[in-house]
């Protein structure tokens, strides 16, 4: 596949393309002729400077113009890098989970993720610097970074393994731009190096801001929750894939219900953000039942993710799933009725305080034996939905420093505690959304349901806020003892660079620290709490020291007076 991609920028570079619009249009076709999923300016970057320096082609000005892109990545405010731990087995048996040699399991070796992650031998350290090199060089600020860790069950791999990848890709991220001395493989690593490598990634150009791994329900326990804080870990994307058990066993996932509703409480309890991974059309289950799971979800409190990733279950080759449908045993959702499912669960269920990250699985459509293939369904679904979910609202680059913004506050209950979703948003519906937010202005009550559900919150996005009242005052992490805890802060918009204000974004304007006193005036005034505690990403710790918090274990804590 990545030698696809250099026969792809070798044939772009005889024949170049004189405006973008061209360019992408040869890259259709190309990949098209060549069967490969449509590659992002920044993969093509990676595979043209690796040819360049090993002087299979010259440097092309023509062409880098043409790579450079206008970030929409960073346009959610932070860069995302996304790594891959190397190849190892998971506890897991499920059905339709396909093994392909070397490969993580789960991972197809042609996922345009899994095959950075191979150019780059699975190195933690190569992938971060190669990815983050590829955004610089196509135009992206990468000086907050979102790290996301695939590959599986994270939890199951051997501790030593977690720690030196965590830690090689903190000091990717602290060397970058620098020359490497020394042989990272080399390296010892142990609690302190990793340690020393956070330590100075608090003040580094590129900071780590947040860190997501992945793994299985009934692999999160108090202990390991510990561990993933040492790492520095923020969120967590839970495999869920269904919350009924007789889709659970019949899909042979190796765990029950009961175990989600329990790693959801004791992660919420920690403070994490949790994604959950959701797969409609699972043998056993059925559109109905699908949609009724969707509800659940919502309405709940056991549940309550904060971000879900949508992947519909298709019938891969190297999966077992495969033999039954071979043998007529298993019927896929067909595109059209995944599409329909779709814009049925963003209309009527999504709350606003959820983001949906992803709508379909990155599998390249070539490898889909059946089931769902599409693979730009938010393009075609985008003018029938009013989804009032986070992605949806997001600022993006669409901008006013004039415009009016006003503080929005939902409550709802979740795993046995309060929370409470603060944001700031423009006082109409957000132009993809056509809820009339309608509030009656003097008594700021809600307006009726509209199309059976409440439009409240439905505006423009500038930020965010998760604070989590626990109902328990005692908690099995000492330091969140009697505290309220801040789950995330976010401020959308175009990514400004660390301490500079751009016109053009909120950020920077202070939207994130009035909901940081927001929160803290509601933890203290309305719940009599006298101390607050945020999960921090490592890379914004520096920004809560300057709002009076101090690091405990692995937590800014403010005492509130
Ligand atoms: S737990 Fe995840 S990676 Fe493991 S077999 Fe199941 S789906 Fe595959
Ligand atoms: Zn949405």
Known sequence: MLQGYAKLIKLATQRLPESKEEFLNLKKKLCGELKLVLPTNADLREVYEKMVAKKQIKRSEKLEKLLKTRGIRTQSGVAIVAV??????????CLYCPTEKDMPKSYLSNEPAVMRAIASKFDPYRQVQNRLRSLELNGHDTDKIELIVMGGTFSYLPKSYQKSFIYQCFKACNEYGRRLKVKISKLKVNEKNLLNEQKKNE?????????????????????????????????VELGVQSIFDEVLEKNKRGHNVQETIRATKLLKDAGFKINYHLMPGLLGSNLKKDFRMFEELFSNPNFQPDIIKIYPTVVLKDSELYKLWKNKKYKPLSDKQFENFIIEVKNKIIPPYVRITRLVRDVPT?????????????QIIAGKTHCPCIRCREVRADYNIKEKIILDRIDYSASGGKEIFLQFVSPDPHPTSPLQRGRNKEEEKPSPLFNGRNEEGSGKLFALLRLRIPKNKTNFIPVLQNSALIREVHTYGKLAQISQKSALSPQHIGLGKK??????????????????SVISGVGVRDYYRKLGYNLSETYMVKKLR
Do not use: M, W
Request: hydrophobic share 30%.
């Open 366 to 378: 070539p490898s889909i034996i059946a089931g769902p293939r599409v693979s730009n369904l938010r």
């Open 203 to 235: 003040k580094a150009k590129h900071r780590i801001i947040g860190l997501t791994l992945e793994t299985r329900p009934d692999y999160i326990d108090e202990e390991e929750i510990l561990n993933f804080r040492q790492l520095g870990c923020t969120r």
């Open 84 to 93: 891959l731990t190397k190849s190892y087995p998971c506890p897991g048996n």
């Open 515 to 532: 909901l940081i006193q927001e929160a803290e005036k509601i933890a203290q005034k309305e719940f009599g709490i006298k101390k607050i």
